[in-house]
Each structure stands twice: as C-alpha cells, then as structure tokens.
C-alpha cells in the first residue's frame, strides 16, 4: 500500500492518511443530508429522498475512491453545492426529472472526452494567472460563508442569534482549532469536528441519532433517463452544465492545489525529479503521478494528471444521472483532510469506504451538525486567501478582474458566476489597451518599469539578471542556499572565500562590470 500510494514520499503515514480521510468525509458528509432535500422538493426533481441519498452515497463513494485509485489525489469528488442548486429547479415549463437526468448524462459524456483529449486543461490554462488566484481566493471566501452561516453567526445578511449556544459552540470551537493548529496538534480538525458534535448532542443543541444503522433500501429510480421529449429548459439547463464544468472544474482542482501542503509535496517532487533524471523508468509510480505538473504562472501549476481527476468526474457524472443524483466536482471540503495531514489517494480511499458505509450507517454519518463543519471550513477559507498577495493590485487592468471574481463568489454562491465576471471584466479591459497600445500609447507602464527599477536600486532589468544569474552558475554559489555559512570573512578550511578574495577572475570575468559590482555590493554569492 505504502508502495503504490507513495505514502512515506509524500511526507505522510498511513495513520495520517486515515485520519485526514474520515476528516474529510465528516465535513463533506453533510450534502447526504442536503441534496435529498433539494432534489426531493415537490417543485423540483420530486425524486425520493431516500433514493437521492442512496444515489448520492453510492456515486460520491465511486469517484472518490476512483480519484484516489487513478489520480493518488486526497480529494473527495462529491455533488457540488451550488449545482446541485440550480439542477434541481430544472422543472419550469414541464421539466421532469428524466429529462434533466438525461442532460447530466450528455453532460458527463462531454466533460469526460474533454478531459481525456486534454481540452480542459487547455482550457484551464487560458485562464489568466491572476484569476486564477482571484478565483481561489473567492472559493476561500465561499466556503468561508458557508461554515459561517450553517452555524449561525450569520443569518440573511446580518449577525445571526448572538445569544444560541449554537452559535457560541461554534466560536469556542473555532478559536481552540485555531490554537491547535498553530501549534500543529496531529488530528485537530478532526479532534475538532468529533467534540463539538458530540458536545452538541449532548447539550441537545443538535438532533442526535436515533439509531445507528439502517438497511438500505434499492434506488428505484435507477435508469429512469430520457433523452426525449425535451423543451427549451432542458437545453438551457444542459448548456449551463457544460459552461460550469469549464469554469467549475479546473477551478476546484486549482484551489485545491494551491494549497501550501500540496505546493511543497510538487516542489519537492520536481526537485527530486530533476536530480534524479532518467534513473528511474517506472512511469507508473506513485512518485511520478504525485508530483508531474506542467509549467505555469502565478504560483499556480495544473499537474500532469488532472486530467485523470475530471475525466472520473465525468464519468461519475454520467453514473449520477442513471442513478437520480446531481452533478459532481472535486470539492473545497477535501482541503479539511489535507490540512489534517492527507497526501496522497489513500485519503480518498478512507473516505470513499465512508460513504459506501453511510448507505447502512446514514443515521450516524449524516447527523454531524453544522456548528462542528463549520470550524473548519472557516479556517481552510482563511488558509485559501494567502495567494491574492501575488495580484498586481497595482494594475487596475489585472486588479479589477481579480476583485470582482472573488467578491461576485461568494456573493452569487456561484463559482462559474464569478469566474465568468472576472474573464468579461478582464476582456473588456483588455480590448482598449491593445487599441491604445497600437496608437503608440503605453499607460504609463514604462513610467511604472522605471519606478520599479529605483526601488529596486538599478538591478531590476532583466538583462542585468541574467548576467548575475550567469555569474552565479560560473563562479558561485548562492549563501541562501549554503545556509548563509560561506562569506568573505569565514575563510575556513575548504578554501571558501569571497570574489574579492583573489578568485574573482573565474566568475567576474564572465559577467559584465556592473553585474560583479552588484553581486559583490549585495553579497549574494561567494567564488569556491
């Protein structure tokens, strides 16, 4: 197990593993107790809802577990709030459940072929960097929201009910997960999210189960898909499906991904890769399906086999629609496991057991209460919003995009809202520079160019950089990376000296006079 996951190379262990995947299952098992609600309302789908729990268990059990199979991701690919949202009003104008079935079908298929052929990540990539970021940022804010209201403390637009002990259940346990997790206790979010249910039940502030298990009983809707009779709605609502998944769907994984734990296991996996070259012909191990990823800007990188995760997404997709569920993503609430120490697929595997157990277990699995998700939701929203520092706030034409994808997220509760926003602001932004720029007027960015290099004291420019760069790769070393040992005062037995030492002639040679004079007056690298 540890072999085929690459548990021990990923920085993890398998108690880690575990307890970071029921983690994420104990905040993602609340949509077993919302999407029946939704799908099962008499104005919409009108589904059972007993039959839309079983469905949505059973096909959030298979792509989980196939996510952590295929992709070694610690995501949990369960129906996304939001979607499930508007698909299940899909019955205006004699709208029925097997028709919008039918279209999540077709939906599947295409999110599938687009993610196996790579359009997607294509897709993904035209994205601008800054959105990107933007967009993270939003759904931090978003899931932020959510924790905040499913536990009170806001209500409508305002402060909710100060005086429910809900609500101050919630704070408490807000405020010790935090501590936990500065001092980096093992487990908090999970020691977390267990006590302040079990304190809930007790003080009556939540429903506790009545009984522990139940026998699940068949889905009769299974199969029930029809690809006739079909209106406008049933269009429109299959359109809105495809234009979420482009927008949704690199999204989530983004976010995701950007996660610092995750970051560091793709540095650290291109370092290793990098040092290791070919010695390694396995391309199916764990090391390798962890760690590809493809060049990007912005921090943010789209690994190699993403496609693997929207390609099982799709699939599910279309088991969901012969099942009677609703659409599936790769959702934010997998950032509770990864914080809580999951690396690797082995998190997805425990959590997709879970929701296969929750078909006979739903009683218990599906009763945590919101106060005790919402610790951690609020905290992974906190984590989320660390990459808008890498923004230009400076640039109206890249900040404002930015602004507007991330306030019109959470807002609109709507991911694909904010995305598409964020890329119609920065389009027509971008239109009149290029008009402007073909006129021969610049907008003041060589003004700003300039500005920038007396900051920077001269050594800005790119040319001047890659002359230092030059100089440090023929001559030196980085004291950074020599843990900042080597200067021209240590003089110690190996012979490591500064430039100025007398071994000048190696490394200054090769750059120009203002690169060596920069270098020395900076001290940022030493001759061996």
């Not at 991911?415 to 119609?424: C, I, K, Q, S």
């Not at 920038?452 to 023929?474: H, K, P, Q, R, Y």
């Amino acid at each position: 197990m540890d072999r085929f996951f690459g548990i021990r190379e990923a920085g993890s262990s398998v108690c880690k593993e575990v307890m970071a995947g029921v983690a994420s299952f104990c905040t993602a098992s609340f949509i077993l107790a919302v999407n029946p609600v939704l799908l099962g309302k008499p104005d919409a789908l009108n589904i059972s809802p007993k039959d839309v729990m079983i469905a949505t268990a059973t096909t959030s059990a298979i792509a989980t577990f196939l996510v952590g199979i295929l992709a070694n991701r610690p995501f949990v690919i369960v129906p996304a709030m939001g979607i499930n949202a508007y698909f299940a009003v899909m019955t205006n104008e004699g709208q029925h459940a097997p028709q919008a079935m039918g279209a999540l079908v077709i939906s599947g298929i295409i999110l599938f072929l687009l993610a196996a052929s790579g359009g997607l990540r294509r897709f993904g990539e035209l994205i601008p960097a800054s959105l990107r970021t933007a967009t993270v940022a939003g759904i931090g804010l978003f899931i932020a929201q959510v924790g905040l209201s499913g536990a009170g403390f806001i209500s409508d637009g305002s402060l909710g009910d100060m005086s429910s002990g809900v609500v101050w259940l919630f704070i408490a346990g807000f405020f010790v997960l935090t501590i936990l997790i500065k001092y980096q206790v093992k487990a908090a979010m999970l020691i977390i999210i267990i006590s302040v249910t079990v304190i809930s039940w007790l003080a009556k502030l939540s429903e506790h189960p009545t009984k522990v298990a139940e026998a699940p009983k068949f889905n009769h809707t299974f199969g029930d898909v029809s690809f006739r009779n079909w209106n406008q709605t049933t269009g429109v609502g299959l359109a809105t499906l495809i234009y979420t998944d482009l927008l949704v769907q690199p999204a989530c994984v983004l976010a995701l991904m950007s996660l610092p734990e995750l970051q560091r296991q793709l540095h650290k996996r291109k370092s290793l890769g990098s040092t290791s070259g070919s010695n390694s012909r396995e391309g199916g191990t764990a090391a390798a399906r962890i760690g590809g990823a493809s060049p990007t800007t912005g921090g943010l990188e789209i690994p190699d086999d993403a496609w693997r995760v929207w390609a099982v997404t799709g699939a599910v997709n279309i088991l969901a629609g012969l099942m009677g569920a609703s659409p599936m993503c790769a959702v934010m609430e997998s950032a509770v496991g990864i914080k809580a120490g999951g690396r690797t697929g082995f998190t997805a595997v425990v959590a997709a057991i879970l929701f296969a157990l929750s078909t006979v277990l739903a009683p218990v699995l599906a009763s945590f209460p919101p106060e005790a998700t919402g610790c951690p939701l609020v905290l992974v929203g906190f984590f989320m919003m660390a990459g808008v520092e890498k923004i230009d706030w400076r640039d109206p034409s890249v900040a404002a995009p930015a602004f507007i994808t991330m306030v019109l997220i959470p807002a609109t509760s709507n991911v694909a809202y904010g995305v598409f926003a964020g890329l119609a602001t920065s389009l027509v932004l971008w239109l009149p520079s290029k008009l402007l720029a073909c006129c021969g007027y610049d907008g003041g960015e060589n003004a700003d160019k300039d500005e920038d290099a007396d900051e920077d004291g001269g050594v800005a420019d790119s040319g001047l950089a890659a002359e230092m760069e030059m100089a440090v790769e023929m001559g030196g070393v980085s004291t950074k990376e020599q843990g900042g040992t080597s200067n021209h005062n240590n003089g110690n037995e190996h012979g490591v000296g500064n430039a100025s030492d007398g071994n000048e002639g190696d490394a200054s040679s090769s750059a120009s006079p203002r690169s060596a004079q920069a270098a020395d007056n900076t001290r940022t690298w030493t001759a061996v």
